[in-house]
């Protein structure tokens, strides 16, 4: 069992910037592909940043050069940094890890991340 721990969500003006984490339990990078969703009231789940076990990397259309997705082996944690945020950013955002073998995911508890016009 893996747990994911989303934190860095919050209000912040359009233009602006937010930095999400996502602490897992347990060394999961070898193993995962990373990944971060978000939900829009109303709206379907959507991939919005993946991270392979290779460092490749795959952004929706929507946050391409604006959002990027990293990692810190060490600390166990993934990031989403956020720049140029706009109001059609808001969601709550979900860490996500898919085992690449056995297609298993796991799911953070999501993150509020609100940007105001």
């Known amino acids: 069992q893996v747990q994911l721990v989303e934190s860095g969500g919050g209000l912040v003006q359009a233009g602006g910037s937010l930095r999400l984490s996502c602490a897992a339990s347990r060394n999961i990078f070898s193993t995962n592909v990373m990944g971060w969703y978000r939900q829009a009231p109303g709206k379907q789940r959507e991939l919005v940043a993946a991270?392979?076990?290779?460092?490749?990397?795959n952004y929706a259309d929507s946050v391409k050069d604006r959002f990027a997705i990293s990692r810190d082996n060490a600390k166990n944690t993934v990031y989403l940094q956020m720049n140029s945020l706009k109001p059609e950013d808001t969601a709550v955002y979900y860490c996500?890890?898919?085992?690449?073998?056995?297609?298993?995911?796991?799911w953070g508890q999501g993150t509020q991340v609100t940007v105001s016009s």
């Open positions: 996500n890890a898919r085992r690449m073998i056995s297609g298993v995911e796991y």
């Open positions: 991270l392979s076990r290779g460092g490749s990397t």
